[in-house]
């Protein structure tokens, strides 16, 4: 049985840090895109990064990179999304997600994939 489970969420000041992690079982990541998505209250889902094993393959979106790092353990199964200097505006719930896709597929159109979905970790940026 695929499972894609999140952790790592928090309360965390403005310019902390916080690193998720996406341990996934029931299915191995080589040929699996594996996304980190959020979505914030009232607001759409948006993709934030993807990252595929078998061709090392990475995505960010736009206005968050350099603020945040996607990166796997092949090992342990798991993909992490390392956030830093974050803001407020930062507050969401986020998910992870699987597909055989491309990150750029799976990051911006995930709706139109075969995809699992984990159950989502909140993330909250307050003082």
């Known amino acids: 049985q695929v499972r894609l489970v999140e952790s790592g969420g928090g309360l965390v000041q403005p310019g902390g840090s916080l690193r998720l992690s996406c341990a996934a079982s029931?299915?191995?990541?080589?040929?699996?895109?594996i996304g980190w998505f959020r979505q914030a209250p009232g607001k759409e889902r948006e993709g934030v990064s993807c990252?595929?094993?078998?061709?090392?393959?990475?995505y960010y979106a736009e206005s968050l990179k350099g603020r945040f790092t996607i990166s796997r353990d092949n090992a342990k199964n798991t993909v992490y999304l390392q956030m830093n200097s974050l803001k407020p505006e930062d507050t969401a719930v986020y998910y992870c997600a699987a597909a055989r896709a491309t990150v750029q597929a799976m990051c911006v159109m995930p709706e139109l994939l075969r995809a699992y979905w984990g159950q989502g970790t909140q993330v909250t940026v307050s003082s």
């Open positions: 990252i595929r094993r078998s061709d090392g393959s990475t």
């Open positions: 029931g299915f191995t990541l080589d040929y699996y895109a």
